[in-house]
């Protein structure tokens, strides 16, 4: 596949696929981990005199042009970063558009407006991806973050321009298939979040794969309903419980050991004011729910830890945003962290989480995808991987 560097850029324009879907509150960005994880590419593109055209999508506006949804903050927060002008046009196609990147020498960089501001991004829409790819000679994915969708930027471009490889689609490539391919044993995988239904698959895929997996957060009710347990008011969707029960047994099965929590941090309100007490998970009462994981999972899941070569952490352990419910979550960042094996962190609240724990340079790597990681350690094909064009 093409990368970056076999891609003559001097003097060419370059569309690049970045992932700027950042988390941001009242136009302000709350983490611009995904925008600088962009600069090498970009800054490379600018020191070889390429006019840079950046697209990206933000947050799923379904082809509405959403105000709250615009990249406008992103433009402004790069220009920060590299210290040099960003452009912005308020669209992604059309004569304005390429108006303004004539007007660009090269060396400088525009960013566009929200992709999805079209609908024919996300459909992958042969008649879009061939106006975007209109705008450049030559197209780079450095979007890790949403290549797992088929859309028109990530994919269907690839038709009518080379699409190469950037450095952090090489970065994320490189580090996730050290955990996918032949990863050193002992392996573990510790999955968190609030919905089993989104992570079915994935916890599924990889059983066969680990030694260890580690079943927090909402999505462990589940697991402990199907232990016959009472769940209280916790979050249980229906059905949950019989998928629980399936992935048990493909656990044996693969020969896994699932960890799933054996105490509680239990509460009588979703709210961090709320009453709070610790409990095994036998005795959870009707009024109370489940909001972290107690102490002895804390150390049950720690110890599980300690021997493993490979770590794949992806998921909080409770709702961590609320100081009281995040010791879990803190208790799994220190225990990656503190690990000398390989330990892969992926997803916006792990990443978060690691973040906050000020331990992140102790971890191998922090990935920019969420979904796109765990389609990626699933040892799913991505399609805006397969789409980069044959060297
Ligand atoms: C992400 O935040 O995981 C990516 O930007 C993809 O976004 P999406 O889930 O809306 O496609």
Redesign the pocket.
């Known amino acids: 596949k093409l990368t970056i560097n076999d891609v003559q850029v001097a003097g060419k324009k370059v569309f690049v696929r970045v992932?700027f879907?950042v988390p941001m509150k009242d136009g302000v960005i709350t983490d611009d981990t995904r925008i600088r994880a962009a600069i090498p590419t970009i800054q490379y593109l600018m020191e070889q005199g390429a006019v840079v055209i950046l697209g990206s999508?933000f947050?799923?506006p379904k082809g509405d042009r959403k105000p709250e949804m615009t990249l406008a903050p992103c433009a402004k927060h790069l220009a920060e970063l590299l210290g040099k002008p960003v452009a912005f046009t308020d669209d992604c196609i059309g004569e304005a558009v390429e108006a303004a990147i004539a007007k660009l020498k090269g060396g400088e960089v525009i960013l566009l407006e929200n992709l999805r501001y079209h609908i024919e991004e996300e459909k992958n829409e042969p008649n879009f991806a061939k106006q975007l790819a209109s705008l450049a000679d030559v197209a780079i994915n450095d979007a890790f973050?949403?290549s797992h969708?088929k859309a028109a930027s990530v994919v269907g471009i690839a038709d009518y321009i080379p699409m190469a490889a950037g450095f952090l689609l090489k970065k994320e490539i490189e580090a996730l298939g050290a955990a996918v391919y032949n990863p050193e044993k002992p392996v573990a995988a510790i999955i968190g979040g609030a919905k089993v239904s989104d992570k079915i698959s994935v916890i599924s895929n990889l059983l066969p794969k680990v030694d260890v997996m580690i079943i927090g957060g909402g999505m462990a009710n589940a697991f402990i309903a199907a232990q016959g347990c009472n769940v209280g008011k916790s979050l249980l969707e229906e059905g949950q419980k019989d998928v629980a029960t399936d992935l048990v047994m493909e656990a044996r099965v693969a020969g896994a050991r699932l960890l799933t929590p054996i105490d509680a941090v239990v509460a009588d309100a979703f709210s961090n004011e709320a009453n709070t007490k610790i409990v095994d998970v036998e005795n959870i009462e009707d009024d109370w729910m489940i909001l972290d994981i107690g102490p002895k999972s804390r150390e049950l899941f720690g110890d599980a830890l300690k021997p493993m070569k490979t770590i794949i952490w992806n998921g909080p352990m409770g709702v961590f945003e609320m100081d009281k419910f995040a010791a879990g979550t803190n208790a799994i960042a220190k225990a990656v962290a503190e690990s000398d094996g390989l330990t892969i962190v992926g997803g916006?609240d792990s990443v978060a989480a690691i973040e906050k724990s000020g331990l992140a340079d102790q971890v191998s790597h922090i990935s920019t995808?969420?979904?796109?990681s765990l389609e990626f350690l699933e040892g799913k094909e991505l399609p805006g991987i397969a789409a980069l064009t044959e060297a």
């Not at 995808?369 to 796109?372: I, N, T």
């Open positions: 992932d879907n999508h947050g799923r973050g949403v969708r916006g995808g969420g979904g796109a």
